[in-house]
């Protein structure tokens, strides 16, 4: 289920989001659910990495070692 959202966004950020628009032949609605939907992907991973790196008791390995480790499975 949807629910509607009203919010204000200043002109030049409008400016970008109506060419992005235009060029991708998307209506303004779906580059903004997008937009956010990555933002929060993206925001809740670097909370996820910030949090394990404060974890004393989480292992902290090399990228030699996490490939020897990815290549086993």
């Known amino acids: ?4 959202i ?6 030049d950020l ?3 989001l109506e060419v992005v628009s235009k060029e991708t ?8 659910r997008k937009a956010l939907e990555y933002y929060l992907n ?3 991973d670097y909370l996820i990495a910030v949090n394990r790196l ?3 008791n989480d ?5 030699e ?3 020897k480790r990815v290549e086993k499975v």
Do not use: Q, T
């Not at 289920?1 to 509607?4: A, I, N, T």
């Not at 292992?59 to 990228?63: L, P, Q, R």
């Open 14 to 16: 409008l400016k970008k």
């Open 25 to 32: 032949d998307r209506n303004k609605s779906y580059i903004i």
């Open 65 to 67: 070692e996490m490939r």
């Open 54 to 56: 404060k974890d004393k």
């Open 1 to 4: 289920m949807s629910k509607v």
């Open 42 to 44: 993206e925001y809740m």
């Open 6 to 11: 009203n919010f204000r966004i200043p002109e």
């Open 59 to 63: 292992e902290i390995i090399s990228y």
